[in-house]
């Protein structure tokens, strides 16, 4: 089992940057891969994914992100990071963090952080 908690989210200006943590109770090295996810406020919105690393630090990013975020992750602090930025508007969305276990096709999601990207 492992639990999720993010931190971080926060309102910010157009142009700015903020840093997303997500602390793993449990061991997250070696079988896990972690995500970000966000889902904008409002009805009818879905959660779509932000950004993936593999276990072994390969990332992966949607294309709205790519060149703005970036994700990395401390297997010895069990922590996911989320670095965004040059934020718009449309970023804003609760984000949630996501580690699947690859071996026994197992999600854990943390309960989000809000960003909210605003003048």
């Known amino acids: 089992q492992v639990q999720l908690v993010e931190s971080g989210g926060g309102l910010v200006q157009p142009g700015g940057s903020l840093r997303l943590s997500c602390a793993a109770s449990g061991r997250i090295s070696s079988i896990y891969r972690m995500s970000w996810y966000r889902q904008a406020p409002g009805p009818g919105q879905e959660r779509e994914l932000v950004a993936v690393i593999t276990s072994v630090g390969i990332p992966n990013y949607a294309d709205s992100v790519k060149g703005r975020f970036t994700i990395s992750r401390d297997n010895a602090k069990n922590t996911v990071y989320l670095q965004m930025n040059s934020l718009k508007p449309e970023d804003t969305a609760v984000y949630y963090c996501?580690?699947?276990?690859?071996?026994?096709?197992?999600?854990?999601w943390g309960k989000g952080t809000l960003v909210t990207v605003s003048s």
């Open positions: 996501k580690a699947r276990n690859v071996v026994y096709d197992v999600d854990y």
